[in-house]
């Protein structure tokens, strides 16, 4: 299977099968000397670990890392960074009646059409669960980020069309630390009590995020088919429960007019460097090149296909069934998916950076 690795100079190869012994990955491009342990990569893993909140699956894993190589004394070698994390949780034969039938929502059918086989143990490959290795991944690569001033943050906009009330980005500063990566605490009970509801109807909840990379320097991106937009938008589109992402004002530019969408440069001496413009309706982001500013993504996720409510398909061979998802699954992809699609955009930028360093 190819498309298994991101990234040109700072790239992340990922292994492993939602029911399988192991996921892990190996990070190759990483310069020598960033600070980095298996505490740093632990921790962005429990942020998506399975087993926590009301959206959340009951699947409990511990999801502990193991740094394999290119660490010693606390830093990183400038050789290949493995690592490694244990399945340790599985219950495939839940998985069993499903073997021969195509599930709606998933990639079952797609799965099969293209290799002629597939792990039906939880979707195999296609499984969230791929998803830890992006994020041991982008620890990785936010280790590398960090060391430039550069961080990588979210927080939830909306879950199930209900949107978080208005909010100032000092809030949203605590996201990290509140319920479904809420941006005020406000929002918390009101997505609560929907989640709660929807659970009991045996249904699943959508969501959109916000994400965004604070401290990032002008110049990076590589104009025309690299731009550093497109660029994002693949990583964070590779994400499976993504289903659309917007770069700054995204669509509402399209409803909106150059008068007002054109970010306006301010003179030296306007309280910021020559040049800084005193709006960001382009999310950082101009000819694919970054301006300085805040990189700023909104990312659409799509409801979680495994449901409770029964289901109408087909098997292998073509004729009709009815089923019902069984199985410990997710009401929500949000908060799990946060840390991974931070991931995404932290190995984005981290590769871009190594890019506009070798130009140098």
Same mark, same amino acid.
Not at 224 to 237: P, R, T
Not at 240 to 251: P, S
């Given at each position: 299977m190819s498309g298994n690795t991101f990234g040109r100079l700072f790239r992340l190869t990922t292994y492993g099968e939602s029911h399988g012994p192991a996921l892990g990955g190996v990070v190759d491009g990483c310069p020598a000397g960033i600070a980095l342990s298996e505490e740093l990569l632990q921790k962005e893993l429990d942020r998506r670990r399975p087993g926590g909140g009301t959206a959340g699956t009951t699947r409990k894993e511990p999801d502990a890392v193991r740094l394999l190589s290119g660490v010693f004394e606390g830093a990183t070698t400038g050789t290949p960074i493995g690592f490694q994390i244990e399945n340790t949780n599985q219950r495939s034969g839940d998985y069993g009646p499903l073997a021969a039938v195509w599930r709606p929502g998933h990639a079952d059918m797609t799965y099969d059409a293209k290799y002629g086989v597939r792990d039906f143990r939880g979707g195999g490959r296609s499984s969230a669960r791929e998803t830890a290795a992006r994020v041991a991944g982008g620890a990785i690569a936010r280790a590398l980020l960090a060391a430039q001033g550069i961080s990588v943050r979210s927080c939830t906009l909306e879950i199930g069309g209900m949107p978080a009330p208005a909010f100032t980005p000092e809030d949203m500063a605590g996201a990290a630390s509140r319920p479904y990566c809420a941006p005020c605490e406000a929002a918390v009970e009101p997505w609560e009590a929907l989640v709660r509801t929807v659970r009991g109807e045996g249904d699943t909840l959508g969501g959109i995020v916000r994400v965004?990379?604070?401290?990032?320097?002008?110049?990076?991106?590589?104009?025309?088919?690299?731009?550093?937009?497109? #660029?994002?938008?693949?990583?964070?589109? /590779?994400?499976? *429960?993504?289903?659309? #992402?917007?770069?700054?004002?995204?669509? *509402?530019? *399209? @409803?909106? @007019?150059? /008068?007002f969408n054109n970010d306006a440069y301010r003179p030296a001496g306007a309280g910021s460097t020559p040049g800084n413009p005193a709006t960001n309706h382009c999310g950082g982001i101009l000819g694919g090149i970054s301006t300085g500013q805040p990189l700023v993504m909104t990312v659409a996720i799509k409801p979680i296909p495994s449901i409770a409510k029964e289901q109408q398909s087909v098997n292998a061979e073509g004729s009709p069934v009815s089923l019902r998802v069984g199985g410990r699954h997710d009401i929500c992809a949000i908060p799990r998916v946060n840390p991974v699609l931070e991931a995404m955009a932290a190995l984005t930028v981290a590769d871009a950076l190594l890019l506009q360093r070798r130009m140098g």
């Open positions: 965004e990379v604070l401290g990032v320097p002008s110049g990076l991106g590589e104009p025309v088919f690299d731009k550093l937009d497109a #660029v994002l938008a693949q990583a964070l589109m /590779s994400v499976g *429960a993504v289903k659309g #992402v917007e770069i700054g004002d995204g669509f *509402a530019a *399209a @409803r909106s @007019r150059g /008068s």
